[in-house]
């Protein structure tokens, strides 16, 4: 069920270009760049399967994430957050923190974040075997992408179908 870059070598020059820009925004002070620099290249390490360098990333730069609770980057640095403790093995601690990028994201009514850290709790949910509550996070991810015409809708399709084998695999 996991993404994976269809174009590793364009993903790593994105990479590079994201520690760049990253790294003139903290020397800047820039504390909106940050957040919104670690959190992508956070997500484009993960996707390389390098999450643990974007845990620790991503640790290094919370107290600023946590500074911007009203700023859309920070939902997406939560995201990142989470879904990269879920790849180190962390899926009960990676809960939380997709419980607080839902939150910012309902609350600002970011759909498409909203959409996207629902979709991603719901996998997290499976690996831990809760399938029930999987199933209405990713069916509540199929419904806002659905609404929004988003293109990733069929990813929620397929990782529903995905579900409901791992389900029959359990009984």
């Known amino acids: 069920m996991r993404f994976s870059a269809p174009d590793p070598q364009a993903h790593a020059i994105g990479m590079a270009a994201l520690r760049d820009q990253l790294q003139q925004a903290v020397q800047a002070g820039d504390t909106l760049a940050i957040v919104d620099h670690a959190a992508d290249l956070a997500g484009m390490l ?30 997406w640095y939560w995201s990142a957050y989470a ?31 909203q959409a996207m850290v629902l979709h991603h709790w719901g996998r997290n949910l499976a690996e831990q075997r809760r399938f029930a509550e999987a199933e ?26 995905r579900l409901t084998a791992l389900r029959g695999d359990a009984a």
């Open 46 to 75: 993960t996707t390389a399967r390098q999450e643990r360098e974007a845990l620790d990333l991503l640790r290094r730069h919370a107290d600023a994430a946590g500074a911007l609770p009203h700023a859309e980057p920070a939902g």
């Open 83 to 113: 879904t990269a403790l879920q790849y180190t093995g962390q899926r009960l601690e990676a809960d939380r923190y997709f419980a607080e990028a839902l939150a910012l994201s309902v609350a600002a009514t970011w759909t498409r974040l």
């Open 136 to 161: 209405a996070r990713i069916t509540e991810a199929l419904a806002l992408r659905v609404q929004m015409n988003h293109p990733l809708q069929q990813s929620s399709r397929l990782a529903l179908e």
